[in-house]
C-alpha cells in the first residue's frame, strides 16, 4: 500500500532533526507533530506568533486567545514564547527557523511550488506561504502524488500561480520520497508496495530514478 | 485637557471615521480582533471602506458583519478563506481584494510604525504578487520593494490598557495589534480591563501608549473559536 495522509506524515517526521526550530503548514504538515522521535526537542513555530507551540487542549480547556496559523485551539509547552506578526516573519526571514513543512497543489522539476490559488476556481490566499518559502533554508512538500482527476502534481513547470520559485528541495507524496535537485526529481525512496513503474508513470516531471 | 486618551464608549471612540476611509483591523482569524469597534461601524453605516486586515472574518462574525452590510469597497489581506459571502462578493467583482504575503502586510504596518517608507522582502519573487514592484538585488538574493501602509485610523484590540495608552496583549491574540497600532494616523484601542495608571509594569509593555490615541474598555466579548480542536483525555 502506498503511504496515506499518516504515513506521509511519519516518513516526513523522519527529516525532522533533533535540536531545530520548525514550521508546520496546514494539513499533513500539522500531523508531523505527533510522529517526531521521542526524546528528540523540536521547538516548533507557529507564524501568528507562538515558538513552543503544544499539543490541542483537553476539551473544556480550550482558549481562544491562543490558536495556531491554521485558527485551531492549540496549547503552550514549556518554554514556549508569543511574539507578534512582524517578528514571526522577520524571524522567518532572517533563517532563524530550520525548516518548513508545507503542502502544495503543484511542485515543478526545479523546485517552484504552487499552492494558493486556481484561477476562476478558488482563491484563498497565500497566507504566510510566500514568506516560508522565500526564505527558509530547508523545505519539505507534502502531497499526494497526482491530484484527484489523476493528474501529476509533479511537474516540468507549475501551472498554477506560483507561490515561490527554486525554493523546494524535498517532496514526500503517497508514493515515495524525491529530492529536488539539478532540474529534477531523484527518487530516495518508494512508499510500501509501490512500483518503479507507477511511479515513473504518475511522475510528468524529469524523473531520475538512480 | 492633558493626553484625554479614554473614550466611554466605542461611540466615543470612532467618532471622525468617514465613508472612503483606510482602516487596519488587528486580529488573525476571529482572534484578538476589535469586536466592539467592527459592531460600531455596523451601526455607523461608514461606506467604501478599505480594510487592511489579515483576513475577513466568518460569514456571520468579525469583518463578515461589514461585508454583509456592504461596506467593504477593498479587502488587502493575506488569507480569506472560510467565508463565502466574501468569496461571492469576490468572484462577482463587487469587492476589490488584494492579496499579499502575510509576513509582507506585517511588515508594510511596521514600516508605517518605524517611519520607514519601503521594506525590501523575498517574498513573492518570480511570482505575481511582484508585477509592477521594484526589484532589488542584494548578496545575490532578490528582493521586492514593499510601501509602508497608509491608513487612517487602525483599530485594535488588547488585553489590558491604561489611560496613557499603554498595552498588554494576551497570548496570540497578539498577531498584528501591536504593529497596527504602530502605523495608525490615530490608533483606536479597545481593551478587556483598563486599568488603574501604574497597574502595568513598564518592562511589560508590549506597546508604549505614545502610539495610542484614544482607549476604551470593550464590552460583551464573545472571543468566537473559529476552529475548536481538542485531545481526548487519556
Not at chain 2, 518570480?126 to 538585488?137: D, F, I, N, P, S
Request: charged share 25%; proline share 4%; hydrophobic share 40%.
Amino acid at each position: 500500500m502506498a503511504w496515506d495522509k499518516i504515513g506521509i506524515a511519519k516518513r516526513i517526521a523522519q527529516e525532522v532533526q533533533d535540536g531545530t526550530y520548525v514550521n508546520l503548514g496546514i494539513g499533513i504538515p500539522t500531523l508531523v507533530a505527533n510522529y517526531i522521535p521521542e526524546g528528540m526537542e523540536v521547538e516548533l513555530q507557529s507564524e501568528n506568533g507562538i515558538l513552543g507551540m503544544g499539543p490541542f487542549p483537553f476539551e473544556g480547556e480550550e482558549d481562544a486567545d491562543l490558536i495556531n496559523a491554521g485558527k485551531q485551539t492549540v496549547t503552550l509547552r514549556e518554554g514556549s514564547s508569543i511574539f507578534d506578526s512582524a517578528m514571526s516573519f522577520g524571524m522567518i526571514r532572517a533563517q532563524k527557523v530550520d525548516l518548513t513543512i508545507l503542502g502544495a497543489m503543484e511542485v515543478s522539476e526545479n523546485g517552484d511550488i504552487s499552492n494558493w490559488k486556481v484561477p476562476g476556481k478558488m482563491v484563498k490566499g497565500m497566507g504566510g506561504a510566500m514568506d516560508l518559502v522565500a526564505s527558509a533554508k530547508n523545505i519539505i512538500v507534502a502531497m499526494q502524488h497526482c491530484d484527484k482527476a489523476g493528474n501529476s502534481k509533479l511537474l516540468p513547470q507549475c501551472s498554477l500561480p506560483l507561490t515561490g520559485i527554486h525554493c523546494i528541495k524535498k517532496v514526500v507524496t503517497d508514493l515515495g520520497v524525491f529530492d529536488i535537485r539539478d532540474g529534477a526529481f531523484h527518487l530516495v525512496e518508494l512508499a510500501p508496495d509501490v512500483t518503479l513503474e507507477e511511479v515513473i508513470a504518475k511522475t510528468a516531471g524529469k524523473l531520475l530514478t538512480q | 485637557m492633558g493626553f484625554n486618551k479614554v473614550r466611554a464608549s466605542a461611540a466615543e471612540a470612532c467618532e471622525g471615521i468617514t465613508s472612503g476611509m483606510t482602516l487596519m483591523v488587528g486580529g488573525f482569524g476571529l482572534c484578538g480582533i476589535p469586536e466592539n469597534c467592527i459592531t460600531e461601524l455596523v451601526k455607523m453605516g461608514v461606506k467604501d471602506l478599505t480594510c487592511i486586515s489579515n483576513n475577513a472574518g466568518v460569514d456571520d462574525f468579525g469583518l463578515g458583519f461589514l461585508l454583509q452590510k456592504k461596506q467593504v469597497k477593498k479587502m488587502i489581506s493575506s488569507y480569506v478563506g472560510e467565508n463565502a459571502e466574501f468569496e461571492r462578493q469576490m468572484l462577482s467583482g463587487e469587492l476589490e481584494v488584494e492579496l499579499i504575503p502575510q509576513g509582507t502586510l506585517a511588515t508594510r504596518c511596521m514600516a508605517a510604525g518605524y517611519g520607514m517608507p519601503v521594506v525590501y522582502t523575498p517574498a513573492g519573487v518570480g511570482t505575481e504578487v511582484a508585477e509592477g514592484k521594484e526589484v532589488r538585488e542584494f548578496k545575490g538574493k532578490k528582493y521586492l520593494m514593499e510601501e509602508a501602509f497608509d491608513a487612517d485610523f487602525a483599530l485594535v484590540k488588547a488585553w489590558k490598557g491604561d489611560a496613557m495608552g499603554n498595552l498588554v496583549f494576551r497570548s496570540t491574540a497578539r498577531n498584528f495589534n501591536p504593529m497596527m497600532a504602530m502605523a495608525g494616523k490615530i490608533t483606536i484601542v479597545e481593551v478587556e480591563e483598563l486599568v488603574p495608571l501604574g497597574a502595568l509594569d513598564p518592562d511589560h509593555i508590549h506597546t508604549p501608549g505614545i502610539y495610542v490615541h484614544r482607549i476604551f474598555q470593550g464590552v460583551n466579548y464573545e472571543k468566537r473559536i473559529e476552529q475548536r480542536t481538542v485531545r481526548q483525555r487519556i
